[in-house]
């Protein structure tokens, strides 16, 4: 399969054909519903904690004799049914929320969502994004060539997760220019994951050709 590839004007400079492997899946929700809620669960951080019988303060004592007073027996006040006390079954923060995804597994889903979004025409290919320096006006002016040329514009105008832009190098200048907005994600493609690209409505893919190499050796 073949697709354009655009410049920073917006203009079509040339043409790619894109892996079958990578692009061309069917699409598979359970699969990569059950990725990314394991992904999502193994990155939670337990926050919540609360102490048991044995940790809060207090209670060395027995608050009465055993017998005698008319009262209910009691051995210490740091007991669950006291005020105070130890709390039974509460959050612990060394719950473990790991989940093991295998690497084909995570790939896969990757390459599906890939897939499904070339297939919604949510994918854009730029041959370059390379900046002399940081200028947020100029990142700007390339977000809105692009949407135009692309025929996507709501790259431009969604106001929250509207793109990703994966590059095939490191380019911090241009990282520099893209800081500022904050409905745009600025990263390489060999950090692409499924959690990623299904956040945000629209991917571009820059230097496809580096980009794609890249894509392709996580299936070796």
Known sequence: METKVINKEGKEVSTITLPQEVFGLPWNGDLVHQVIVSMKTSA???????????????????PWKQKGTGRARHGSNRSPIWRGGGITFGPRNEKNFDRKVNRKMRIKALNTILSQKLRDGEIVFVDSLAFAEPKTKVAKDVIASIAKGSGQEMIAKKKRNAAYFATGTSLPETRKSFANFSNIRFD???????????????????NPEKSLEILQARLK
């Open 44 to 62: 939670r951080t337990p926050l919540a904690h609360t102490k048991d019988r044995s940790e809060v303060s207090g209670g060395g004592k027995k």
């Open 188 to 206: 390489e493609v060999r950090n692409l994951n499924p959690i990623d690209i299904a956040n945000y409505k629209y991917l571009i893919i820059e």
